[in-house]
T-cell receptor, first 112, second 113 residues
């Protein structure tokens, strides 16, 4: 069964550094999402992407964040200048035309 | 936008007993309600979902009920087993925009042998 994949599984970075989190959604899916989960808390929506553009973003998704789908398979989340409070698990998800979203295994981002 | 509340935050049951987790949502336009199970350090895994055109759905030991009038939905796990221990999240689709999922706060379910 196809799955969403994410790399790296764990990223450690210094405050102020840029990070790029990578996702490969399921191949025939059309909608792509990034969510984050701070340790012990609920999953929160960051951004959605459809038809090569952002379709919705949350208040968390400020100017430090950007997303790209540089080719037909990858979907990336960039954080330009990381802050301590960006430390979290970041999940990519994708879905076809139907409602069901499939989550990747996550990237644990640790900002020191 | 949508808001989802989930209760209880922790639940401990004896193996073999049933567990019930409840969620309420705010937006009457929401029409899709998935439940995810998350084991420690792992991705959320969809275990069951329900759409607003039905009131109940079952899959072996797991069932979900939906009351559209009251805007609440519940997860029922029967004959619980130790491997059911995990954090369970309910969610609702926010119909405004890109149909993002809005999650509840999660329930840590512990099955005691």
């Amino acid at each position: 069964e196809p799955e969403v994949t994410q790399t790296p599984s764990h990223q450690v970075t210094q405050m102020g550094q840029e990070v790029i989190l990578r996702c490969v959604p399921i191949s025939n899916h059309l909608y792509f999402y990034w969510y984050r989960q701070i340790l012990g808390q609920k999953v929160e929506f960051l951004v959605s992407f459809y038809n090569n553009e952002i379709s919705e973003k949350s208040e968390i998704f400020d100017d430090q964040f950007s997303v790209e789908r540089p080719d037909g398979s990858n979907f990336t989340l960039k954080i330009r200048s990381t802050k301590l409070e960006d430390s979290a698990m970041y999940f990519c998800a994708s879905r076809p035309l139907t409602d069901t979203q499939y989550f990747g295994p996550g990237t644990r981002l640790t900002v020191l | 936008g949508e808001n989802v509340e989930q209760h209880p935050s922790t639940l401990s049951v004896q193996e073999g007993d049933s567990a019930v987790i409840k969620c309420t949502y705010s937006d009457s336009a929401s029409n899709y309600f998935p439940w995810y199970k998350q084991e420690l350090g792992k991705r959320p895994q969809l275990i069951i979902d329900i759409r607003s055109n039905v009131g109940e759905k079952k899959d072996q030991r797991i069932a979900v009920t939906l009351n559209k009038t009251a805007k609440h939905f519940s997860l029922h796990i029967t004959e619980t087993q130790p491997e059911d221990s995990a954090v369970y999240f309910c969610a609702a689709t926010d119909r405004q925009g890109a149909q993002k999922l809005v999650f509840g706060q999660g329930t840590r379910l512990t099955i005691n042998p």
